[in-house]
């Protein structure tokens, strides 16, 4: 009896070993820990496969290694492939810039397919999935992203793959524009096979519809998490105040009325009384000027989780004595995780729908 119970707590020992060796590594919080099983790589133009010891063998006039293909210009109509990576792993960053042209940032369009889905998971405008409304490039960070004066575009948020990853950026524009661009990523990561693939969905209702809410994400009939969104507005009628919509989060069978339910525009990115030009970490205005809002809000400590269907709206009212319904312009870049296979998303606006009325520098 005695030895059987020796035996039981050794294997209960062995079991726990086995539980913490395989455990999740928290790779931000946990920068000390150098055995994780992760194999970093990177993807540019000068690496465009991430091949180990493949990378900066172009040749320059200064020679073999010389910084001989940092970039490439992107034709008008063209689209070129930014990655097809093999998986397991995780993009965890990526970096890019072009001209900073507003028409430009709303007329390049960022897709992505996770695991070999036909349809692309993340379909939207540049500027827009890089965290500013309207392509007018406003200097700040967030948690998700941060962006330089001259138009440095980075996105911060994990995106998992089991399989493969394929990225592609198309110029929808009527101009050739430089791109320069880097994504960094960890191959031989451990999924679960329904971990969340990230999700873009670019909107835009120029203007909304009287008494009818912008919908931000179309129901999804699978589990998932939102993340947040970057929205831009565009006042059409400067003189009343636009923001008293509430957002609006259906999920797991609501039907009439929300399980989430915010008490206003301004107040859904935590600001209040009105907007002000206050970029936070997970909340904030990075653009208020000339009738032209860019906002947005980003749940990662406070996560808003479905297990079965979710979708996301947020009213047009306004205040001009009193409450009343309003029309403007407004568009939508919706983050959120769900495994695949997904639904396929909604036909995205075309290039002049994108960039109708746009911010003009």
Known sequence: MAKQIVSCILLFVIMLGCISCERTVDIVTEPYLLDTGL???????????????????????????????????????????????????????????????????????IRAWWDGQEHPSVECPIGDFMGFAHGKVMPYHSAVHSLGKNAGMNIWLPMPFSKRAKITLTNDGEKDVPLFYQIDYTIADKHPTDVGRLHVLFRRENPTTIKKDFVMLPKRKNKGRFMGALIGIRNMTPGQWWGEGEIKIYMDGDTDFPTICGTGSEDYVCLSYGMQQTPFLYNGCNLDEKNFVSMYRWHLPDPILWREDCRITIQQIAWKNGLAETQDDWSCATFWYEPVPSAVLPRMPDVQARTADIWKD
């Open 39 to 109: 194999i970093s790589r990177s993807i540019c133009f000068e690496n465009p496969t991430g091949a180990p010891g493949q990378g900066g063998k172009a040749a320059s006039k200064l020679g073999a290694g010389r910084k001989g293909a940092p970039a490439m210009t992107l034709k008008a109509g063209q689209e070129v492939q930014l990655c097809d990576i093999e998986g397991p792993g995780t993009i965890r960053h990526i970096w890019m810039t072009t001209r900073r042209d507003p028409l430009n940032l709303r007329s390049l369009v």
